[in-house]
C-alpha cells in the first residue's frame, strides 16, 4: 500500500464528501483572497482602485487556471505525477519559438505587427514544435516512467539553454524587443493578450468540460484506455496540443514559472483524494488561484514585498517536486 | 472470426512472435499454452490491437483491426492484460463501470447498469462493490477487472491469464462463467492459461506456442498427450483420462 493511503478516503461515500467538502472550501477561500485583493490598504479613488486591481485579479486567475489545467492534464496523459509541462521544457520551448521567429524575422518587421497576429505566431510555432518533439516521446506502445522522467528533465534544461544560447545571438536592439516579449509581469500584463489570453483558454475549458469522461478514461492508461475505443494517438496528440495552448498563453502572461503547476496539482490532489477529472481539474484550478491571489495579497499588502511571490512559490513548488522524485524513487 | 497473417515481432535482436497465422472461428473457448516468454502475451496484444506487429495482418470479422474504428472495436473486442496497475483511484463499481464507456461514453444508461450488476454478480464482486481497488486482494482485484471486461458485452473477450491470483473456487466460478458466456450468448473467449488441466477441461480448442511459433493446436483431446506436452514444455508429463477428461500430473 502506497504511504498516502493513510490519508485518501476509506469508502465512496467519505470520497464524494471530502471531494464536495474540498471544492466548496477551495472555493470560498478563493472568493476571500480576492475579496481581500481589491480591498486591502486601498487608498483614493474607489473606481481606479477597482479597475487597476481588476485587471491584474483578471491575469491572475487567468494564469492560475492554465498553469493547474495544463499541468493536470499532461499528467494525465503522461501517466505520473512528477513530470509537468514546464519541467519538461514547454515553457522553454515558447520561449525558444519567440527567440527563432525574431531571430528569423529581425525586430523591426515584428514591432511593426498587430500584437494578436504576434502572439499568434508564436503560438503556432511552439505548438508544431512540441507535437513534433513529444510525439516519440509519448506514444510508444511501452512505456518506463523512469526514462520519461530523465528523458523529461533532461529535455527542459536543453531547450532553456537552447534558448539563452540562441539569445546571446540576436544583436541588442533584437533581444531588447525579445526580453520585452518574454518577461512580462503581473505587475504590467498586456490588456491586449489578455484578451487573447481569456478567449483562448475559456475554449479549451470549455471542449474540457465536455470530455471530462474521454478523460478520466484515457487516464486508466493506455492498453486500458486502447480497450475501451480511444484513439490514443490523436487524442494525446489533442490533449498535448491543447496543453501546449495553456502554456502559451500562461507563459506569454508571466514568463516561465518551474513549478507552481505540480505544486497546485499535488495539493489538489492531496485535498479531494479523487483522480475524476471532474473534481480533479476545477480543484487544481482552485488551488492554484488560492496559492496565486492569497500569496500576491500577503505579500504585496501585508508585507510589501513586490516580486518575491514568483520565488516563494518556486521554492515550495521545488521541495515538492524533490519530495515526489524521492518517493517515486522508493516505489 | 480472428485470423492472423504471418505476424512477426521483434524486440531487438530476440524474436518474439516469429510468422504467426491462425484463424480463430466464431464462438467456443480457445486456450493458449505456453512456457514462460513463449510470447503468448504479446500475440495477444498484438491481435487485440494494444501493440503493432512488425509486420503481418490481424483482422476480426474480416475488418483489419488498425483500420477498424476505436470505438466500434471496443463494442466488439474486449481485452484484459497479464498485468494490471492502473494510476486512478477507483471502487470497483467504477472500475466496473468503465467497461460501459465504449456503449455509453460516460454516461450510464438502464442498460449500462444493468450489464454492470451482472458482471459483479458472475464474479462474485456485490459485496465487495463499494471498495476502493487498493482495498482489495490480488485474487478480488483480478475479478474486478474481469468483471470490467464482460460489462463491455463484447463478441470476442480476450484475456490473459485470467485466473492469476485466484482460489481453486474462484478459478472454477469464471471458468464456469465463461463457458456459460459462451454457450448462451456466443461469445469467442481466447485466453492465455498456465493451467493446463483447466485447459484441458473448459477449452474447444487449445494453442500451444513455443519461442514466438505455435507449434501445435488442436481439441484438448489432441493436445493433452505425454509427446506434444513434451514438446511444448521440454519435460515429462502423465497424462490420464478421468471423466471423460484429460488431466496432466507434473507434480512429483
Ligand atoms: N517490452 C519488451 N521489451 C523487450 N522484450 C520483451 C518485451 N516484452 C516482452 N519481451 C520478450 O518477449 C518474449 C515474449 O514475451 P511474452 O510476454 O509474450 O511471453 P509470455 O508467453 O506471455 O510469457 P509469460 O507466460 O511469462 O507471461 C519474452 O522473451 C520477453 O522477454
Ligand atoms: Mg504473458
Same mark, same amino acid.
Given at each position: 500500500m502506497q504511504p498516502e493511503a493513510r490519508i485518501l478516503p476509506v469508502t465512496p461515500a467519505q470520497s464524494e464528501t471530502r471531494a464536495q467538502l474540498a471544492l466548496i472550501?477551495?472555493?470560498?477561500?478563493?472568493?476571500?483572497?480576492?475579496?481581500?485583493?481589491?480591498?486591502?490598504?486601498?487608498?483614493?479613488?474607489? /473606481?481606479f482602485v477597482l479597475q487597476f486591481r481588476g485587471m491584474k485579479l483578471l491575469g491572475l486567475i487567468l494564469i492560475a487556471h492554465a498553469v493547474a489545467v495544463s499541468t493536470v492534464l499532461f499528467q494525465t496523459v503522461t501517466a505520473n505525477?512528477?513530470?509537468?509541462?514546464?519541467?519538461?521544457? !514547454?515553457? /522553454?520551448? !515558447?520561449? @525558444?519559438?519567440?527567440?527563432?521567429?525574431?531571430?528569423?524575422?529581425?525586430?523591426?518587421?515584428?514591432?511593426?505587427?498587430d500584437p494578436r497576429l504576434l502572439f499568434a505566431a508564436r503560438l503556432i510555432v511552439m505548438t508544431l514544435f512540441s507535437m513534433a518533439l513529444y510525439r516519440w516521446l509519448f506514444l510508444g506502445e511501452e512505456q518506463s516512467l523512469h526514462r520519461l522522467l530523465l528523458t523529461g528533465v533532461v529535455f527542459g534544461i536543453f531547450l532553456r539553454t537552447?534558448?539563452?544560447?540562441?539569445?546571446?545571438?540576436?544583436?541588442?536592439?533584437?533581444?531588447?524587443?525579445?526580453?520585452?516579449?518574454? !518577461?512580462?509581469? !503581473?505587475?504590467?500584463?498586456?490588456?491586449?493578450?489578455?484578451?487573447?489570453?481569456?478567449?483562448?483558454?475559456?475554449?479549451?475549458?470549455?471542449?474540457?468540460?465536455?470530455?471530462?469522461?474521454?478523460?478520466?478514461?484515457?487516464?486508466?492508461?493506455?492498453?486500458?484506455?486502447?480497450?475501451?475505443?480511444?484513439?490514443?494517438?490523436?487524442?494525446?496528440?489533442?490533449?498535448?496540443?491543447?496543453?501546449?495552448?495553456?502554456?502559451?498563453?500562461?507563459?506569454?502572461?508571466?514568463?516561465?514559472?518551474?513549478?507552481?503547476?505540480l505544486l497546485a496539482a499535488s495539493l489538489a490532489r492531496l485535498a479531494v483524494g479523487t483522480t475524476r477529472?471532474?473534481?480533479?481539474?476545477?480543484?487544481?484550478?482552485?488551488?492554484?488561484?488560492?496559492?496565486?491571489?492569497?500569496?500576491?495579497?500577503? @505579500?504585496?499588502?501585508l508585507f510589501a514585498f513586490n516580486t518575491a511571490l514568483g520565488i516563494v512559490i518556486e521554492f515550495f513548488g521545488g521541495v515538492v517536486f524533490l519530495i515526489l522524485l524521492l518517493k517515486g524513487g522508493r516505489r | 472470426m480472428i485470423e492472423t497473417r504471418a505476424l512477426r515481432k521483434s524486440y531487438g535482436s530476440s524474436l518474439v512472435l516469429d510468422e504467426v497465422s491462425l484463424t480463430l472461428p466464431r464462438g467456443g473457448i480457445t486456450s493458449i499454452i505456453g512456457a514462460n516468454g513463449a510470447g503468448k502475451s504479446t500475440l495477444l496484444s498484438v491481435i487485440s490491437r494494444l501493440l503493432t506487429a512488425d509486420s503481418g495482418a490481424v483482422s476480426i470479422d474480416s475488418q483489419d483491426i488498425f483500420r477498424a474504428a476505436g470505438p466500434e472495436l471496443a463494442r466488439k473486442l474486449a481485452v484484459l492484460r497479464q498485468d494490471n496497475h492502473l494510476?486512478?483511484?477507483?471502487?470497483?463499481k467504477e472500475l466496473v463501470s468503465f467497461g460501459r464507456y465504449p456503449h455509453s461514453k460516460g454516461r450510464l444508461t438502464p442498460a449500462c447498469r444493468e450489464a454492470v450488476n451482472h458482471a459483479m454478480t458472475w464474479l462474485d464482486l456485490t459485496a465487495l462493490s463499494d471498495r476502493f481497488l487498493d482495498q482489495l486482494s490480488g485474487g478480488q482485484r483480478q475479478r474486478a477487472f474481469v468483471a470490467m471486461t464482460l460489462a463491455q458485452e463484447t463478441d470476442y473477450i480476450l484475456l490473459d491469464e485470467p485466473l492469476n491470483n485466484l482460489d481453486m473456487k474462484n478459478a472454477r466460478a469464471m471458468m464456469l462463467t465463461l463457458r456459460q458466456a459462451v454457450q448462451a450468448l456466443q461469445k469467442t473467449v481466447v485466453m492465455v492459461l498456465h493451467d493446463i488441466n483447466f485447459a484441458s477441461v473448459h477449452s474447444d480448442r487449445i494453442i500451444a506456442m513455443k519461442a514466438g511459433r505455435v507449434i501445435h493446436s488442436g481439441t484438448p483431446a489432441q493436445i493433452i498427450t505425454p509427446a506434444i506436452l513434451r514438446d511444448v514444455y521440454d519435460m515429462e508429463i502423465t497424462v490420464q483420462e478421468i471423466d471423460g477428461h484429460r488431466f496432466a500430473f507434473y507434480y512429483g
Open positions: 472550501l477551495l472555493g470560498g477561500g478563493v472568493f476571500l483572497a480576492a475579496a481581500l485583493f481589491m480591498t486591502l490598504g486601498a487608498r483614493g479613488s474607489w /473606481a505525477r512528477i513530470l509537468t509541462p514546464s519541467i519538461m521544457g !514547454f515553457d /522553454a520551448l !515558447f520561449v @525558444l519559438s519567440s527567440t527563432l521567429l525574431i531571430a528569423f524575422m529581425g525586430s523591426v518587421q515584428l514591432s511593426g505587427l537552447l534558448a539563452e544560447f540562441v539569445q546571446r545571438m540576436l544583436d541588442p536592439n533584437e533581444f531588447m524587443v525579445l526580453s520585452d516579449m518574454l !518577461f512580462a509581469s !503581473f505587475t504590467k500584463i498586456d490588456p491586449v493578450l489578455m484578451g487573447i489570453g481569456w478567449a483562448l483558454v475559456l475554449a479549451v475549458t470549455l471542449w474540457l468540460a465536455r470530455n471530462l469522461a474521454r478523460l478520466d478514461v484515457i487516464g486508466l492508461g493506455r492498453p486500458v484506455a486502447v480497450n475501451l475505443g480511444i484513439r490514443w494517438r490523436r487524442d494525446v496528440l489533442l490533449v498535448l496540443a491543447l496543453v501546449s495552448v495553456l502554456v502559451a498563453v500562461s507563459t506569454a502572461l508571466v514568463g516561465p514559472v518551474t513549478f507552481f503547476g477529472h471532474a473534481v480533479l481539474l476545477p480543484a487544481a484550478s482552485l488551488t492554484a488561484m488560492l496559492l496565486l491571489i492569497g500569496g500576491q495579497t500577503l @505579500l504585496e499588502r | 494510476n486512478a483511484r477507483l471502487t470497483v
